[in-house]
Nanobody
Framework: QVQLVESGGGLVQPGGSLRLSCKAS????????MGWYRQAPGKQREPVAR???????NYAGSVKGRFTISRDNAKNTVYLQMNSLKSEDTAVYYC?????????????WGQGTQVTISS
């Protein structure tokens, strides 16, 4: 079984920065695309950023230019550097990954980490 564990959330003032991390752990797996989603209170979960196994990236329009997604394949870890944070970035942030375990393809989620932007 492959687990995704996020860290790095917290409370920060508007204009501040946070760096989220998500590490995949387990055995016998291969990671393909990895990404971050977020869900604000009363809203649907939405994609934030995604990075392919080759390093190609995509961002939601609302975060483009402020957030940067990256990955360290050797550490099975994806990062989300969030700068110039706004109150509307407040949400639970979830890590997501496309994986192969043996011959089985699967899509896994982390448990989420809270990000709160407030003065």
């Amino acid at each position: 079984q492959v687990q995704l564990v996020e860290s790095g959330g917290g409370l920060v003032q508007p204009g501040g920065s946070l760096r989220l991390s998500c590490k995949a752990s387990g055995s016998g797996f291969v990671i393909y695309g990895m990404g971050w989603y977020r869900q604000a209170p009363g809203k649907q979960r939405e994609p934030v950023a995604r990075i392919s196994s080759g390093g190609s990236t995509n961002y939601a329009g609302s975060v483009k230019g402020r957030f940067t997604i990256s990955r360290d394949n050797a550490k099975n870890t994806v990062y989300l550097q969030m700068n110039s944070l706004k109150s509307e970035d407040t949400a639970v942030y979830y890590c997501n990954a496309d994986l192969r375990v043996g011959v089985d393809l699967m899509n896994n989620w982390g448990q989420g980490t809270q990000v709160t932007i407030s003065s």
